[in-house]
């Protein structure tokens, strides 16, 4: 089974300010790395994915992600935040079967104006 | 298109009773998952239908069951209900397995056990 560590469970920053939510997962085989958000009083969805291909990856509202292999990590960062990127950020692993999926504990990103 | 719709929205129980959790897929997704969300705790792989049958399982127990049907809705029963079954549950639909693509999450059931 594998695991997936999201070392901070609350981060606040200040509007404008770059910010990287840190998730490292725990595998010795190969895997497709996920960031899903949830924001207040909805549903979650995808942020970005990491399936194969160039490691670092882009998804919406600016965020990106690097896949880093050899510390088995996947930070999520974005160079300015805004009020509305205030959410509940999960990081997700899977195995490349596609039949299991793992969740982290979640961030809570407040974004302070 | 509609979105991941999921019935009841909340839902109280009693402990060693039994329930059944329903899901609605959007059109043309063949695959469902289901999560377990405990308060303050990220999601929990229950399992994942593909094609009407169980391809995938995390690690719940075999009270824990699901089924899929060709209209895109599918459903989840837990038996002998216990007082760390309350929760949030999801379901997800994706058009390929859970862990190649994008899932689309429903609102989820919240339920209670006392």
């Known amino acids: 089974a594998q695991s997936v560590t999201q070392l901070d469970s609350q981060v606040p920053v200040f509007e404008e300010a770059p910010v990287e939510l840190r998730c490292n997962y725990s595998?010795?085989?190969?895997?497709?790395l996920f960031w899903y958000v949830q924001y207040p009083n909805q549903g979650l969805q995808l942020l970005l994915k990491y399936l194969s291909g160039s490691t670092l990856v882009k998804g919406i509202n600016g965020f990106e992600a690097e896949f880093n292999k050899s510390q088995t990590s996947f930070h999520l960062r974005k160079p300015s935040v805004h009020i509305s990127d205030t959410a509940e950020y999960f990081c997700?692993?899977?195995?490349?079967?596609?039949?299991?999926?793992?969740f982290g504990t979640g961030t809570s990103l407040t974004v302070i104006p | 298109e509609t979105g991941v719709t999921q019935s009841p929205t909340h839902l109280i129980k009693t402990r060693g009773q039994q329930v059944t959790l329903r899901c609605s897929s959007q059109s043309g997704h063949n695959t469902v998952s289901w999560y377990q969300q405990a308060l303050g705790q990220g999601p929990q792989f229950i399992f994942q239908?593909?094609?009407?049958?169980?391809?995938g399982r995390g690690n719940f127990p075999p009270r824990f069951s699901g089924l899929q049907f060709p209209n895109y809705s599918s459903e989840l029963n837990v038996n002998a209900l216990e007082l760390d079954d309350s929760a949030l549950y999801l379901c997800?639909?994706?058009?390929?397995?859970?862990?190649?693509?994008?899932?689309?999450f429903g609102p989820g059931t919240r339920l209670t056990v006392t």
């Open positions: 239908y593909y094609r009407e049958e169980e391809n």
């Open positions: 595998s010795s085989v190969s895997v497709y």
């Open positions: 997800a639909s994706s058009t390929g397995l859970a862990g190649e693509g994008e899932q689309y």
């Open positions: 997700a692993v899977s195995d490349r079967g596609g039949n299991q999926f793992y």
